[in-house]
């Protein structure tokens, strides 16, 4: 987003006795048998909302299972008034016994649960859909579970993101933790999983939805286009818009298919900066490596939502970013190379907890400013002096890169603060300073590599910086991710913090 652990294999469906409807008698018979006064008290006892303990989202995702898959379908009428009728079906191993299992889910109608085919009682607890299967779940069974459910675009007043209500349809803004106000879901970027998405709209419309199109049916008036994914996505990288759109196809470097979305009435002012994603893609292939997934586009959306966001296989950005006279023809183009490095930073290699958040941003800035030196003449230095100028001001206020503080009350997005923006990339000058420009080159590939279609987090990071450079780099790179004031920039002893205003003291 820009304000303006690897994959564990999973075992096929159907091989045996894993299979929806399809465990083992004795294990369900144990199970009931050796914890019936838990299930007593439990069925007494009144739902209540998980979460896995992020530090900064502690309700988000839910323990006790791991996503394999999602199949999400939403029926829209023509209104982005309307509540959509959706179907959202979840594939997922559970990795402990389970007699609930808690959904993230808070802003639509639940008409009915089913799991393994056999429908199952649900209720809201704060902003989880909590389930009660007819039988309990064992430890490493595969289950399938079925909600029916509306999706509501318009929400009470103070809501962020979710849907999106553009001039001819809607589109998605599930960053950061909005994702479960659209379809029930386990919503931490720490559980990716495979998606199928089916939008059915009236003739007229197009949807356009992450991964790659494998079907169009149209009758009575009405078109179903299906999408899937052929690489895990977290639940805040989904997307899906439907609108008066036209999509335009080209393609990328190694026969990459690029397509992207614009409002019909625009297209022929947008295709201008459309035409530079090839060469965008090729220019971050170079710096490193092969475009990580199976398509890449622009959506252009006829919104305000004050960001831009790096949804997977397809960016979101306002259309008048691209129709503003006031934003430079240059500044622009390093906003699109921002949201395309995000492909490689943030969604092939995912946070594991938001408080790496810095990983994604930092990099993404990185690449952003990198491009438009290259392209542009915008010293990269120059810019790097003046974050390092400002950055024990926003490690104030925002925290240290690698420790950003919790979301102000009401605005969650509030996490993406300049710390986490051009405080982060300063964070990977400075190693680049310290290690070399060829080692630094050489980590920015293999940690696209090494994690790729996975999760990562700031451990991870340190470690590998420190086997590709050589030498140990935690005590180096602590002090600029955690500590409260910045550290002496490596080759450059003269630059210095700015004194703090007198609004700041």
């Not at 479960?180 to 009236?202: G, Y």
């Not at 930092?362 to 438009?372: D, F, I, R």
């Not at 993406?416 to 060829?438: K, M």
């Not at 004194?499 to 700041?504: E, F, K, R, V």
């Amino acid at each position: 987003m820009l304000l303006t652990s690897r994959v564990t294999p999973r075992r096929d469906p159907s091989a045996g006795p894993g299979r929806p409807g399809a465990r083992s008698r004795r294990l369900r018979a144990a199970l009931l048998a050796s914890a019936v006064s838990v299930c007593l008290v439990a069925a007494s006892a009144p739902p209540t909302p998980l979460g896995v303990g992020d530090r900064l989202f502690p309700h988000l995702g839910n323990p006790g299972y791991d996503v394999a898959s999602y199949d999400l379908a939403f029926t829209y009428t023509g209104s982005n008034r309307k509540p959509l009728r959706a179907v959202t079906t979840i594939d997922a191993w559970t990795t402990e016994a389970l007699e609930r299992v808690n959904l993230d889910f808070a802003h639509g109608e639940v008409e009915s649960v089913e799991v393994d085919g056999e429908p199952a009682e649900f209720a809201a607890a704060g902003e989880d859909l909590v389930v009660t299967p007819r039988d309990p779940l064992g430890k490493g069974d595969w289950t399938r579970i079925t909600v029916r459910h509306t999706s509501d675009p318009v929400y009470d007043e103070g809501r962020e993101g979710g849907w999106v209500r553009t001039g001819d349809g809607l589109a998605m803004a599930n960053q950061a933790d909005v994702a479960h106000l659209v379809f029930p879901c386990n919503d931490h970027p720490s559980d990716k999983a495979m998606f199928t998405i089916r939008v059915s709209a009236p003739d007229g419309y197009t949807a356009v939805a992450n991964g790659l199109q494998t079907g169009v049916d149209r009758a009575r008036g009405t078109t179903t286009w299906t999408y899937r994914t052929r690489h895990p996505m977290a639940t805040e990288l989904a997307q899906v818009s439907i609108g008066r759109s036209t999509v335009l196809h080209r393609t990328g470097p190694h026969d990459l298919p690029v397509r992207d979305v614009v409002p019909t009435a625009h297209r022929k002012e947008l295709e201008p900066w459309l035409e530079k994603t090839p060469g965008q893609i090729e220019w971050m292939e170079g710096k490193v490596g092969r475009y990580p997934f199976e398509t890449y586009g622009v959506l252009m959306a006829d919104a305000t939502t004050g960001f831009e966001l790096e949804t997977q296989t397809l960016s979101l950005f306002e259309r008048r970013l691209f129709t503003e006279p006031a934003y430079p023809r240059w500044y622009v183009e390093s906003i699109m190379v921002h949201e395309l490095a995000h492909q490689w930073f943030g969604d092939s290699v995912t946070p594991r907890t938001w408080s790496d958040l810095w990983l994604n941003e930092g990099h993404a800035t990185w690449y952003e400013a990198l491009y438009a030196e290259e392209k542009a003449g915008r010293p990269l230095q120059a810019r790097m002096k003046a974050a390092y100028g400002a950055s024990d001001r926003w490690r104030a206020s925002g925290g240290p890169p690698a420790a950003p503080k919790v979301p102000d009350p009401g605005s969650k997005i509030s996490i993406f603060r300049p710390n986490v923006y051009d405080g982060a990339a300063l964070v990977l000058y400075a190693l680049r300073q310290e290690i070399g420009r060829p080692a630094f080159e050489r980590l920015e590939r293999a940690w696209v590599t090494r994690y790729q279609d996975g999760t990562a987090g700031t451990d991870d990071f340190v470690r590998l910086a420190s086997e590709i450079s050589g030498r140990d780099l935690r005590a180096f790179l602590e002090d600029w991710l955690y500590a409260e004031k910045t550290p002496p920039m490596p080759g450059h002893p003269d630059w210095k913090p700015a004194a703090p205003t007198a609004a700041g003291k």
